[in-house]
Nanobody, 124 residues
Framework: QVQLVESGGGLVQAGGSLRLSCAAS????????MGWFRQAPGAEREFTAA????????VYADSVKGRFTIAKDNAKNTAYLQMNSLKPEDTAVYYC?????????????????WGQGTQVTVSS
Protein backbone atom coordinates (compact mmCIF):
# COMPACT_ATOMS: atom_id res chain seq x y z
CA GLN A 1 0.00 0.00 0.00
CA VAL A 2 1.45 3.35 -1.07
CA GLN A 3 0.37 6.39 0.88
CA LEU A 4 0.56 9.80 -0.75
CA VAL A 5 0.53 13.19 0.91
CA GLU A 6 0.15 16.37 -1.14
CA SER A 7 1.27 19.79 0.01
CA GLY A 8 1.92 23.23 -1.42
CA GLY A 9 -1.58 24.36 -2.23
CA GLY A 10 -2.90 27.77 -1.28
CA LEU A 11 -4.29 31.07 -2.46
CA VAL A 12 -2.49 32.94 -5.22
CA GLN A 13 -3.30 35.81 -7.54
CA ALA A 14 -3.74 35.25 -11.24
CA GLY A 15 -0.37 35.14 -12.96
CA GLY A 16 1.33 33.75 -9.89
CA SER A 17 2.99 30.41 -9.24
CA LEU A 18 2.72 27.48 -6.86
CA ARG A 19 4.61 24.23 -6.53
CA LEU A 20 2.74 21.19 -5.34
CA SER A 21 4.56 18.26 -3.78
CA CYS A 22 3.47 14.65 -3.42
CA ALA A 23 5.39 12.56 -0.91
CA ALA A 24 5.08 8.77 -1.17
CA SER A 25 5.48 6.35 1.70
CA UNK A 26 7.41 3.68 -0.15
CA UNK A 27 10.55 3.28 -2.18
CA UNK A 28 8.62 1.31 -4.77
CA UNK A 29 7.36 4.71 -5.89
CA UNK A 30 10.43 4.81 -8.10
CA UNK A 31 9.05 1.97 -10.26
CA UNK A 32 5.67 3.58 -10.85
CA UNK A 33 4.24 6.24 -13.07
CA MET A 34 2.36 9.01 -11.37
CA GLY A 35 -0.08 11.71 -12.25
CA TRP A 36 -1.80 14.85 -11.09
CA PHE A 37 -5.52 15.35 -11.42
CA ARG A 38 -7.77 18.18 -10.35
CA GLN A 39 -11.40 18.63 -9.46
CA ALA A 40 -13.25 21.92 -9.39
CA PRO A 41 -16.53 22.34 -7.49
CA GLY A 42 -19.37 20.65 -9.33
CA ALA A 43 -17.04 19.18 -11.94
CA GLU A 44 -15.58 15.78 -12.59
CA ARG A 45 -12.01 14.95 -11.73
CA GLU A 46 -9.85 15.77 -14.73
CA PHE A 47 -6.40 14.78 -15.86
CA THR A 48 -3.72 17.44 -15.48
CA ALA A 49 -0.28 15.87 -15.97
CA ALA A 50 1.49 12.53 -15.80
CA UNK A 51 5.05 11.25 -15.74
CA UNK A 52 6.58 7.85 -16.44
CA UNK A 53 8.40 5.82 -13.84
CA UNK A 54 11.87 7.18 -14.58
CA UNK A 55 10.61 10.62 -15.44
CA UNK A 56 11.61 10.44 -19.07
CA UNK A 57 8.13 10.87 -20.52
CA UNK A 58 5.53 13.46 -19.56
CA VAL A 59 2.07 14.33 -20.82
CA TYR A 60 -0.13 17.32 -20.07
CA ALA A 61 -3.70 18.39 -20.48
CA ASP A 62 -4.01 21.00 -23.20
CA SER A 63 -5.32 23.50 -20.65
CA VAL A 64 -2.04 23.48 -18.70
CA LYS A 65 0.52 22.73 -21.38
CA GLY A 66 3.32 25.30 -21.36
CA ARG A 67 2.38 26.54 -17.87
CA PHE A 68 2.68 23.45 -15.65
CA THR A 69 5.65 21.13 -15.27
CA ILE A 70 5.56 17.70 -13.65
CA ALA A 71 8.69 16.18 -12.16
CA LYS A 72 9.63 13.13 -10.12
CA ASP A 73 12.51 12.66 -7.71
CA ASN A 74 12.76 8.94 -7.10
CA ALA A 75 15.56 9.36 -4.57
CA LYS A 76 13.18 11.41 -2.39
CA ASN A 77 10.01 9.44 -3.21
CA THR A 78 8.47 12.76 -4.17
CA ALA A 79 6.75 14.17 -7.21
CA TYR A 80 6.10 17.80 -8.01
CA LEU A 81 3.80 19.96 -10.06
CA GLN A 82 5.20 23.40 -10.80
CA MET A 83 2.34 25.69 -11.78
CA ASN A 84 3.13 29.02 -13.43
CA SER A 85 0.96 31.72 -14.97
CA LEU A 86 -1.97 30.54 -12.92
CA LYS A 87 -5.48 31.44 -13.97
CA PRO A 88 -8.73 31.57 -11.99
CA GLU A 89 -9.93 28.52 -13.94
CA ASP A 90 -7.07 26.52 -12.40
CA THR A 91 -8.87 26.72 -9.06
CA ALA A 92 -9.51 23.17 -7.88
CA VAL A 93 -8.50 20.47 -5.46
CA TYR A 94 -5.37 18.85 -6.86
CA TYR A 95 -4.71 15.16 -6.32
CA CYS A 96 -1.60 13.13 -6.96
CA UNK A 97 -1.91 9.49 -7.85
CA UNK A 98 0.37 6.52 -8.47
CA UNK A 99 -0.18 3.84 -11.08
CA UNK A 100 1.45 0.42 -10.78
CA UNK A 101 2.75 0.71 -14.30
CA UNK A 102 5.77 2.26 -15.94
CA UNK A 103 4.09 4.40 -18.59
CA UNK A 104 1.94 7.50 -18.36
CA UNK A 105 -1.84 7.47 -18.39
CA UNK A 106 -4.57 10.12 -18.59
CA UNK A 107 -7.21 7.75 -17.20
CA UNK A 108 -8.09 7.96 -13.49
CA UNK A 109 -9.01 4.27 -13.35
CA UNK A 110 -5.43 3.35 -14.27
CA UNK A 111 -4.23 4.76 -10.96
CA UNK A 112 -4.08 2.61 -7.87
CA UNK A 113 -3.27 5.03 -5.06
CA TRP A 114 -4.48 8.56 -4.42
CA GLY A 115 -3.59 11.36 -2.07
CA GLN A 116 -6.11 13.33 -0.07
CA GLY A 117 -5.85 16.43 -2.26
CA THR A 118 -4.66 19.98 -1.75
CA GLN A 119 -6.69 23.09 -2.51
CA VAL A 120 -5.44 25.61 -5.04
CA THR A 121 -7.34 28.87 -5.33
CA VAL A 122 -6.44 31.48 -7.93
CA SER A 123 -7.98 34.91 -7.48
CA SER A 124 -8.58 37.29 -10.36
Amino acid sequence: QVQLVESGGGLVQAGGSLRLSCAASEGTFSRYAMGWFRQAPGAEREFTAAISWRGLNTVYADSVKGRFTIAKDNAKNTAYLQMNSLKPEDTAVYYCAVARRATTSRTPSDYDYWGQGTQVTVSS
